[in-house]
Each structure stands twice: as C-alpha cells, then as structure tokens.
C-alpha cells in the first residue's frame, strides 16, 4: 500500500504530458493557453504526491499553494493582455 | 490497514480519473470552447477530488488545514481562469463551432475566421 | 487622513484576523517571537492599504446592497457542489463517447438582478455547471456557451437563476428576458 503514491505519481505524470499535444499544435493561442493552464492544474497534484512520498507534505503543500497563485496569475495576465490587445483593437 | 487511508486512496484515484477525462478532452474536442469545458470541469473536480482525499487520508493537522485553503483556492479561481481565457477568446472575435458549419480549411474544426485570428497573430505551425 | 468611518474600521479589524489566520497558517509556529512578527507585519500591511480597505468586506451599506442570506447560502454550496459533480461526470461521458454526441449552442440572456454579487454568483455557477461556460457579463446580459441541449436546458427553464435570486429575495419573481439560443454561426 505504501507503494500506492509512486504509482499515481508515475500516472500523474503521464497524464500531464498529454495536454503538451494542444500547446504544441494549436491551433490558436488561446487553444495553448488553455493547454499550459491544464498542465499547471496538474502539476500542484503531482507536487502533493511528491511531497506524501518523501513524507515532507508540509514543505510540499507551500510550494503547490505559491504554485497555485502562479498558475492563476499567469493565466489572468495573458488573457488580459489579449483582451486589451487583440485584432479588434488594429482596425 | 487503516479505514482513512483506504476511503482517501479511493478518492485520490477517482481524482485522477477526471484529471484523466480533463486530458483527454482537451486533446479530443473540436474548439477551443469545448476544450475550455473539459479543463474547466474536468479538472476543478479532479484537484478538488485528490486534495480532499489526501484530507481525509492526513487527518487533522496543520498541513490538512493547508491542504483545506488549498481546495477553497482552487474552487475560486478555476472557473474564474477558464471565464477570462474564454472572454479573451470572444472579444479577439474566436467563432465557435457549431454541428451545422462545414469543418473550416486546413483541418481548422472552426470556420476560417479562427484561421484567419491565427494568421493575424502570427502563430502559425507551417512555414 | 480624516475620520475612519465605523464600516472603514471594521474592513481594517477583518483584513487583519484574515491575515494574521493566513500568518499563523504558513508559519505553523505559535511562540512568542513568530506570532509577534505576524502581528506587526499584518498591521503594517492593514496600514499601508488603509485607503483600499474602505472597500473590501461590508460594500454592502455602502452601494445599498440587499444583505446576502447565509443560511440560503449554506443550502447553496452542496447543491452547487453536487452539480459540480454531475457536470464532470456529463463531460467525461461526452468526451469517451466514440462519437462525441456535441450539439455547442451559444445562448443570450438578460437578467434583473440588483447587485454585482448576485451577477458574479450566477457567472461563476454557470460556469461551474453542467456543460455551460460565461463568455461575457455586460450590466446583467450573459453570453453562455453550451456543450450539449441537455445543459442548455437548466438555464432556458431558469433553474438557476431563480437559485440565485432566492439568495438575495423571499420571493424571486422571474429573473430572465430576452433568451436568445444561436445554433448556427450566421446568427452570431
């Protein structure tokens, strides 16, 4: 049972790698935006995980907490930017 | 074989399950606002599902307490993520698809104004 | 600075508990030395956003807000929760469907709620729910992107909106006008 927390974290990271394909591919930016969120999402649950496998969760759940307002804030920044800076604004 | 550890691994894996279903989604669906359905449901259940489970597996303590801002945190600012990217996405004038519009050119699911948004932001793939 | 108004001081005692909570969390020491450098750096915090706080918390006197009723609330967040759930388990049997049985319509409306409160809870549970995403909210107009018929459906039967409604009113009357549902991208 000890070992349930390697397995979900080598799931886990399987699972990250399959949004990689949206913002690779596209096609619009907004599609990759998107993409980069999803795999932040991800990312603070595979952090947790990390953290009960080395048993030093109370050091890991800051870094998923700070990583949480980083995902956030970079998600609102770049849609803000494309809200006040978009095409419609060229004509 | 503690009754908390197993109830917390069965919600840690059907977390995983829609961080799963939210992948996959994202990679299937056809448009961007169907994409935003699958990260913004999808997703938000599956952080809210594997944290709680590791709450229940952890018991109460500081880092459960933690784990209990971090849940609250992630209810609040994933729906509000998902609106901004997709508020940006309708004002850049981003048509969705609908069942009843031919597939676009270039393997593009939407009409060509979503090709044409992309060649005005000079993101192509090709060339 | 002139005279702090009794709302402008209970926003400043507010934020500070809030953060001095916030301290004693992320520290997770409780001597004498780290709550006293908690104390000091959130009172120093509270200070310098003095003019901001005038608006946090108690907006509600302020604009005449009706006051939100929490016992409603409390009854709110489960539900909400529970369609949580009911969406994500829509969205995973779409998405593993061989042939993705989606039908995406775009669907206007306007409502007559008083408060920006009432409009954010209604945005963000839309959001939250089966199958629906806000794309705008302009003065009380929604512009709601739906995956399939079936989720389209809890907003043009007005489910939602009059939940909402009852958090703030008795006796919500009807909430929506001017619904609009586009299935085709020549009526955008």
């Known amino acids: 049972m000890d070992k349930y927390y390697i397995y979900l974290g080598v799931v886990l990271a399987v699972i990250i790698f399959i949004p990689l394909y949206r913002v690779l591919r596209g096609p619009t930016l907004f599609d990759r935006m998107l993409g980069a969120g999803a795999i932040g999402t991800k990312t603070m649950v595979l952090i947790i995980v990390i953290g009960l496998v080395f048993n030093r969760l109370d050091m890991f759940i800051d870094i998923t907490l700070a990583y949480a307002v980083l995902n956030f804030i970079g998600t609102i920044a770049v849609a803000k930017y494309l809200t006040t800076s978009g095409p419609r604004r060229r004509e | 074989m503690n009754w908390n550890f197993v109830l917390g691994n069965i919600i840690v894996s059907a977390g995983a399950f829609f961080l799963l279903i939210g992948s996959i989604g994202l990679v299937r669906l056809p448009d961007f606002y169907a994409r935003a359905h699958a990260t913004g449901k999808s997703d938000t259940l599956g952080v809210m599902l594997t944290t709680f489970g590791l709450l229940v597996h952890e018991g109460i303590s500081l880092n459960s307490l933690k784990l209990l801002l971090l849940l609250y945190f992630v209810a609040l600012t994933s729906p509000t993520a998902t609106h901004a990217l997709t508020k940006a996405a309708y004002r850049a004038g981003l048509k969705p698809w609908f069942k009843k519009d031919p597939p676009g050119p270039r393997g593009c699911p939407t009409d060509i104004d979503a090709c044409a948004l992309d060649d005005l932001l000079e993101l192509k793939e090709d060339d | ?188």
């Open chain 3, 1 to 188: 600075m002139s005279k702090l108004s009794r709302a402008h001081a209970l926003n400043m005692a507010v934020l500070f508990i809030l953060l001095l909570a916030f301290w004693l969390l992320m520290s997770g020491h409780f001597d004498l030395f780290h709550v006293s450098m908690g104390i000091v750096s959130s009172a120093a915090v509270v200070l310098l956003n003095a003019r901001f706080n005038k608006y946090f918390f108690l907006l509600e006197n302020a604009y005449g807000y009706a006051p939100i009723r929490l016992g409603r609330v409390l009854l709110y967040i489960p539900w909400l929760i529970w369609q949580i759930v009911l969406a994500s388990l829509q969205v995973a049997q779409v998405v593993l469907h061989p042939r993705m049985p989606i039908d995406p319509s775009i669907v206007k409306f306007k409502t007559r709620y008083p408060n920006d409160l009432a409009r954010v809870f209604l945005a963000n549970s839309i959001t939250l729910t089966p199958g629906t995403i806000t794309l705008e909210l302009n003065d009380g107009e929604y512009i709601v992107h739906a995956l399939m018929d079936v989720s389209a459906s809890g907003i043009v039967e007005e489910n939602m909106p009059r939940k909402v409604a009852a958090l703030f009113e008795k006796t919500p009357g009807p909430v929506v006008s001017d619904l609009r549902v586009i299935r085709s991208a020549g009526e955008l």
